[in-house]
């Protein structure tokens, strides 16, 4: 008797679902819905993959499967401009799910904070603010001074304090390893008004760049990111 082929559970669905070329080819892409959500989940929300097998009930082989076919269709859509449509697939849309937590979960979020903004360099924050979030609301928040710790105790302040998301402009390698071995989801490159940046990563549309660096060595000679806008010219 023949398996049950087992439905991808998807949780949001893409706004855009249309990309075309320049160069006005007639070959045509098609990535599926339950392949969009793996690059959703893994790429842009950060979650790794058996995280993200779990979000759509499915094996952490079949995760695999689909994000390695999904980046495959990116890379052609890139690399030889073909057009890209996203539809179908085997999948059902998930009602009242929060986008980046489990269902009736807990979460803490830590933003650099100064004077309402983003702060853009993590290991000169002086402040974070700390959201506490249930069901995807926030109940309630908090400006915790970090009683001028540097990058590498950074860490370790936000991991005993209960956080599990951090949102910032700025940041080294160091800190990344340093966050990611405390289990800390990192959201780099934000900037702006500190609560909106919040509500758009709860809405799922938080506007960051994964790859944003800071590149400031020596900041005893004078080198203030609080100065150059880290997270500008000065950060990739």
């Given at each position: ?60 082989a ?32 998930a ?16 933003v ?42 950074l ?5 005993n304090?209960?956080?599990?998301t ?16 405390a ?46 806008g ?7």
């Amino acid at each position: 008797m023949p398996g049950i082929n087992k439905k991808r559970r998807v949780c949001k669905m893409p706004e855009i679902r249309s990309f075309k070329s320049e160069k006005g080819s007639s070959a045509h892409i098609i990535m599926s819905i339950d392949e969009y959500e793996t690059i959703r989940l893994i790429d842009y929300m950060g979650f790794n993959q058996a995280e993200c097998a779990e979000k759509m009930h499915v094996s952490r082989a079949t995760v695999q499967a689909i994000y390695r076919e999904a980046r495959k269709k990116i890379a052609r859509f890139i690399v030889e401009g073909i057009n890209m449509t996203i539809e179908g697939g085997d999948f059902e849309l998930a009602e009242n799910e929060i986008t980046n937590k489990k269902e009736n979960d807990k979460m803490k979020i830590a933003v650099t904070y100064d004077n309402g903004q983003v702060f853009q360099h993590f290991g000169h924050t002086e402040k974070f603010k700390v959201y506490d979030v249930e069901d995807g609301k926030i109940v309630k928040t908090e400006i915790v001074d970090t009683n001028g710790q540097g990058h590498g105790a950074l860490a370790g302040f936000l991991f005993n304090g209960g956080i599990d998301t951090l949102i910032c402009g700025g940041i080294g390698g160091g800190a990344r390893n340093a966050l990611a071995e405390a289990g800390i989801k990192l959201f780099p490159g934000a900037r702006g008004d500190a609560d909106e940046q919040v509500k758009s990563f709860l809405a799922g549309n938080l506007n960051y760049d994964p790859d944003t660096m800071c590149n400031h060595h020596s900041h005893e000679e004078g080198h203030s990111c609080g100065n150059h806008g880290c997270g500008s010219h000065s950060c990739h």
